[in-house]
């Protein structure tokens, strides 16, 4: 069945569909027809969520939440249809896709319920007979540039904070995933949010997602994607002094200490670089290794990398997605050949063009300078480094331009505390893999991963898309 995408804009869904989008796992299968839109639809989105925000914001907050909690129930009850189709267009494990859709309706309860409590503070006043207290006041427009890899999530975990806190929304998706970004949106316009107050609009990131950057109805862009096109986001919302909130590219180093067990380590690694095909900013590589556990560690991890089933998302025997388009699939054929030019051993995995699978690659024999070992390839690929000792790791850890996740295996509280300290990224997992993230603690990297402002999630998620407004009270 195919998909015909619109935008929303002031409560109606309009705008023709032209872009074509394929099942990455059988390209003969049209998924969806999406409009390409252009600045006449970015411009009437801003005057419609101009137009709908005051109100909005006038609501009462646990009413504005009762909407986001009536979403929840409506995806609830959507769950398996909506995973279904965030397969057939991103190419996750059907599991992948249950869970996703699982954290954006989980997203809509934390943030919904938020609405009971989300204000300000009240503090004591040094001036007799006052009270003082803060009102978090909405920034207004918010503007929300997503990627294809969590197409239902990472939209939910940008809407809900803003939602909550009364500003008006902008979302543009990425163009791979349009139909996961509507199931959202129909879930909040079902559940009774006023139109205007979310708008949607589809198209290409150079028209549509320039076109919101540099409009100066938006008072605050969060963007998730590539680091090259945050930076330029960067620059621009800084000109106009508008907040923006970057989450870019990562290499999520894991450093495996001689005191792990290699089997249990590798399945944390595998887990962390294999799951979801590698399509995520947090996947694991490269896995500093010292010297008592590297060749076991390597055995055990390429074993787990052989157990791995790549194939259609929707097959149940299947263990790992496709990747998520030819162009991808370019990518990380050519990271690898790189790597081997550059010295590497393949020990595990490899392309299979005809499915447009890659199925777990494990590397060794890498240089610390490599390409693979620098910069992000975004698909299921590790290499693994041997290091002197734990200084060493530590070392080459913050040896890299990301900053997000970084882990460490090891059974030494000591070891994993004094990593938990110095290790220059944003979120450390010990014994735990980089990727998957609990939705109630902030989360977000430091150097060129994020723009390592306002994190997102957790309970600070809404600060970004609130200023707070300090109120002098006095009743004598
Ligand atoms: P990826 O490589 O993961 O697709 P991108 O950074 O290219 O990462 O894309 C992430 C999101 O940013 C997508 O929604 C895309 O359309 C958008 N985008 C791409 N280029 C620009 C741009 N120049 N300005 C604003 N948004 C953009």
């Known amino acids: 069945m195919t998909t015909t995408v619109h935008n929303l804009i002031d ?60 979403a929840a129930d409506l995806l609830r009850s959507r769950q398996a249809d909506v995973a279904r189709d965030l397969v057939r267009e991103e190419g996750k494990t059907l599991a992948e896709g249950m869970g996703e859709v699982r954290r954006a309706i989980d997203v809509l309860r934390y943030f919904g319920s938020q609405g009971w ?58 163009e791979l995933t349009p139909v996961s970004a509507t199931h959202l949106a129909a879930a909040l316009t079902d559940a009774g949010l006023p139109g205007g107050v979310l708008n949607v609009v589809h198209g290409k990131g150079s028209v549509v997602g320039d076109a919101l950057a540099r409009d100066p109805r938006v008072g605050a862009l969060s963007f998730t994607g590539s680091t090259a096109v945050g930076l330029g986001l960067h620059e621009l919302l800084h000109a106009r002094r508008a907040r923006v909130q970057l989450e870019m590219g990562g290499k999520n180093a894991y450093l495996v200490l001689d005191d792990a067990d290699p089997v249990a380590a590798a399945r944390v690694v595998a887990a962390g670089a294999f799951g979801l095909t590698g399509q995520a900013c947090t996947a694991t590589s490269p896995v500093y290794c010292t010297p008592g556990i590297h060749d076991a560690f390597v055995a055990a991890l390429a074993k787990e990398a052989e157990g791995f089933v790549p194939g259609d998302g929707l097959d149940p025997a299947t263990t790992m997605g496709p990747v ?91 070891a994993a505390h004094h990593f938990a300290e110095h290790a220059a990224v944003g979120v450390v997992k010990v014994n735990r893999p980089t990727s998957g993230l609990d939705l109630n603690v902030p989360f977000g ?32």
Not at 14 to 32: F, H, I, M, T
Request: hydrophobic fraction near 45%; aromatic fraction near 6%; glycine fraction near 10%.
């Open 11 to 70: 409560g109606q869904w309009v705008g023709d569909p032209q872009a074509e989008r394929r099942n990455p796992a059988r390209p003969d299968e049209l998924v969806s027809v999406a409009p390409s839109s252009g600045t006449d639809a970015v411009d009437a989105a801003l005057v419609a969520a101009g137009q709908a925000q005051r109100a909005w914001a006038a609501t009462p907050a646990p009413a504005r939440g009762a909407v986001l909690l009536d």
């Open 117 to 174: 409590r989300h204000g300000g503070d009240v503090l004591p006043s040094a001036v007799p007979g006052t009270t003082v207290f803060t009102r978090a006041e909405p920034i207004g427009v918010a503007a929300l540039i997503t990627p294809w890899n969590f197409p239902i999530a990472i939209p939910a975990w940008k809407m809900a904070p803003a939602l909550i806190s009364g500003n008006a929304v902008v979302l543009k998706p990425a």
């Open 324 to 414: 998520v388009s030819e162009a991808q699939l370019a990518t990380d054929v050519a990271a690898v050949e790189r790597a081997r030019q550059q010295g590497a051993t393949v020990v595990a995995g490899g392309a299979e063009p005809e499915r447009q699978l890659f199925a777990p690659t494990v590397l060794t024999g890498v240089a610390h300078d490599a390409d693979v070992v620098r910069k992000e390839v975004f698909g299921p690929v590790v290499a693994v480094i041997e290091v002197a000792d734990y200084d060493e790791g530590l070392a080459r850890v913050n040896d890299s331009d990301y900053g997000l996740t970084a882990g460490i295996c090891t059974g030494s509280l000591a």
């Open 445 to 476: 990297g430091v150097k060129d991963s994020s723009s390592n402002t306002f994190r997102e999630q957790g309970p600070t998620a809404t600060e970004f898309y609130t200023w707070s407004k300090t109120v002098y009270l006095g009743f004598e």
